[in-house]
């Protein structure tokens, strides 16, 4: 990746974080706290596993495709949706902690 596209997905992570966040949140409401930060814990680690099982899959393209590019975007999408997963439940991590600790 060139370095804009790079600065292009941090850049983008914290939006997505902040989205995710909202998300959560309301999904609390529904199911609970710790069950939706469990989930979205787990759906985050599920991410990080494709993500390193796609690595072959990226490397047997020819650098500089359009098939390559296809496949780092689909890896970065990825990245951008485990990082937003793994840390917009962070509000509700101290809300939790802050209901059981005086």
Request: hydrophobic share 50%; net charge positive.
């Amino acid at each position: 990746l060139a370095p804009a596209q790079v600065q292009l997905i941090y850049v983008v992570v914290p939006l997505v974080m902040a989205a995710m966040s909202g998300l959560g949140t309301r999904a609390a409401r529904c199911f609970g706290r710790a069950q939706v930060m469990c989930g979205f814990k787990t759906a985050g680690i599920g991410l990080l596993v494709c993500m390193a099982l796609l690595d072959s899959w990226v490397k047997r393209s020819a650098v500089g495709s359009s098939e390559h590019t296809f496949r780092v975007a689909v890896v970065a999408a990825l990245y951008v949706v485990r990082t937003g997963l793994m840390n917009c439940t962070y509000p509700l991590e101290e809300s939790l902690l802050m209901d059981h600790v005086p």
